[in-house]
């Protein structure tokens, strides 16, 4: 197995907010992520696959540096991401970069393609040829040189997302962060972006992490897929293994309602599993283990004790009951 360049371990994020109650408004503490840890082998690709609200671009925005952690310890390459005078070295931030979901809000429209792909170069490459590190860039994503002279709002939304992409190799990146960079795209270009980001993956030796609320698109792209709710991950696997095999009830109740195009497919779908109830409140998550409103395997144990992290199967973990204490990760 390769090495682990990121590690991740018992991260978490709360944020107080103004809740307003039947009376009156209150302070109340929202547990974003709630106690994460996973590793990242280099040159994988960790899905971390969740609805909205489960966490997933907290994490993001952790990694990359826009917000600190409540609690926990994150080293890449063995260096920690969050020393204590809370300044994160040059190296680092030239070795991890993210590309947003809104590539339209990730330009600055009142600048050229070349003076937004300069940014980056002057602050991390200020010896190197900025004209010909751009014209570098946009051979890299397949975008003709010509593209340099346009402005933002001259591009389609594929054609900004893959000059975001460009943007975040101008620093030789080993470790990019995904964060949804096709779902504010046409279904007609998610597959041309998805191309592009496999293959630079492959020749420049990227490790990604890509974050989505589309388990089906991690089906023939992630390495591993972690699966997060309400701040926790409830499985994490091998890709091969959590499409064939997934144990977690919340797993496999996502994965028996994507649509499949052959009854092959089909065949390895779980069976449908209906949810009994609601997704709780983030700002009222229920005691016990927080799937338990709508589980339909709950016991009465998932009402009291927030199930661990246990290793199920070789790196196969699941966060519930049903697999009893074994072996912590971690
Ligand atoms: Fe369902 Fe209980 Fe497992 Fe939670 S711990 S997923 S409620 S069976």
Redesign the pocket.
């Known amino acids: 197995m390769s090495e682990a360049i990121l590690e991740v371990r018992d991260l978490k994020k709360h944020f107080v907010v103004d809740h307003i109650g039947t009376f009156r408004r209150q302070p109340v503490t929202v547990r974003a992520v709630d106690g994460i840890s996973f590793d990242l082998q280099a040159g994988e690709t960790l899905g971390l696959v969740g609805e909205s609200g489960s966490g997933k671009s907290t994490i993001a925005y952790i990694l990359a540096g826009m917000y600190r952690p409540t609690q926990g310890r994150i080293h890449f390459r063995g260096l920690d991401l969050f020393s204590e005078n809370g300044k994160r070295p040059l190296f680092l931030k030239k070795e991890i970069q993210i590309v947003f979901q809104d590539p339209g809000s990730s330009l600055n429209p009142r600048r050229t393609i070349a003076q937004n792909l300069a940014v980056p170069l002057q602050i991390h490459k200020p010896d190197k040829n900025i004209m010909r590190e751009t014209l570098r860039l946009l051979e890299l994503v397949d975008l003709p040189a010509i593209y340099m002279y346009k402005y933002p709002n001259m591009l389609s939304g594929g054609e900004k997302q893959i000059v975001a992409i460009a943007r975040a190799l101008a620093t030789d990146p080993s470790f990019m962060i995904l964060d949804e960079p096709t779902s504010a795209l046409d279904v007609s270009v998610q597959g041309k972006v998805i191309n592009l980001l496999m293959r630079l993956q492959s020749d420049l030796d990227l490790t990604y992490l890509f974050i989505t609320h589309d388990l089906s698109l991690m089906r023939n792209i992630a390495t591993r897929v972690a699966i997060m709710y309400l701040g926790k991950i ?1 499985e994490i696997s091998k890709g091969s293994e959590f499409f064939q095999n997934p144990q ?3 797993t496999q109740m996502l994965l028996s309602s994507i649509p499949v195009v052959s009854k092959d497919e089909e065949k390895l779908k779980p069976a449908k599993m209906i949810p009994t109830g609601e997704i709780p409140s983030p700002v009222n998550i229920p005691p ?5 409103t709508r ?1 339909p ?3 009465d ?2 009402f009291e004790i927030d ?1 661990d992290f246990v290793e199920i199967s070789r790196q196969h973990f699941a ?4 697999f009893g204490q074994t072996q912590k990760q971690g």
């Open positions: 409830c977690h009830p919340y016990g283990c927080s799937f338990n589980c395997k709950k016991m144990v998932c199930p966060r519930c009951h049903l």
